[in-house]
């Protein structure tokens, strides 16, 4: 409990920083961009089909389906999308946290563009398949909000972690970190999914998330570097 509230008291002292105002931007642009093509479709292919033949049924199962779509989609493809975008963006963050809470640390390496966005879309997929396959589930009142997260806690802290840690160390040293972890990154990303299902607050969780992340790698880091030099 004591690591969590340094890291979401750390991160809330990054925000005021403008260089995360870049980052912000392009991640909510982003992802209302390809939020807003699924959506149109999606709409698009419902309002082309004429199911029953009948007009006014056809015209009432389209509204009904269109609000249907924007409802479903919003609560399963923000998590994917934004994630999928924060790839992109996830050095920008770092960076900063870096610069303001940590200055001692060396240059990281860089996860790299395109192995950052390749690793962001493939969260993004697998999120919403994981989504999909449960979305029976999500009409179930109360337990739909505890399925998403703890669904999205396990992924969120699986996917932002080693978005983190990738920019530091190899691949296997990063998932072998993230397993010896396991259970305080998934507190962690319980904690942000929660900031993921909340209207507009949404908009910021992924640039807060790898903030978050980046300041749990680095505690983590530094913790495991104390233990080693103890005699």
Do not use: Q
Request: hydrophobic share 55%; glycine share 8%.
């Amino acid at each position: 409990m004591a690591l969590i509230t340094t890291t979401v008291g750390r991160t809330l002292g990054n925000l005021d920083d403008a260089r995360m105002w870049r980052p912000l931007a392009i991640g909510i642009f982003g992802s209302a961009v390809l939020m807003g093509l699924l959506w149109w479709l999606a709409v698009g292919w419902i309002d082309a089909t004429g199911l029953t033949g009948i007009s006014w049924l056809d015209a009432t199962i389209s509204y009904a389906g269109d609000f249907a779509v924007v409802v479903i989609s919003a609560w399963l493809l923000f998590v994917p999308i934004t994630s999928a975008v924060m790839g992109m963006l996830i050095d920008d963050v770092a960076e900063v946290v870096e610069a303001r809470s940590y200055p001692g640390l060396p240059p990281a390496k860089g996860a790299g563009f395109w192995p950052s966005l390749a690793s962001g879309l493939r969260f993004g997929l697998f999120a919403l398949f994981l989504n999909i396959l449960v979305l029976p589930l999500y009409f179930v009142p109360v337990l739909n909000l505890v399925l998403f997260v703890c669904l999205n806690g396990v992924l969120l802290s699986r996917e932002y972690f080693e978005m983190a840690a990738l920019r530091r160390m190899s691949p296997a040293d990063a998932k072998a970190m993230r397993l010896r972890h396991r259970s305080l990154l998934f507190i962690h990303g319980a904690a942000v999914s929660f900031l993921f299902a909340i209207p507009f607050v949404n908009l910021t969780a992924p640039i807060i998330s790898a903030a978050i992340f980046t300041h749990l790698f680095t505690l983590i880091r530094e913790r495991e570097a104390r233990e080693l030099r103890r005699p």
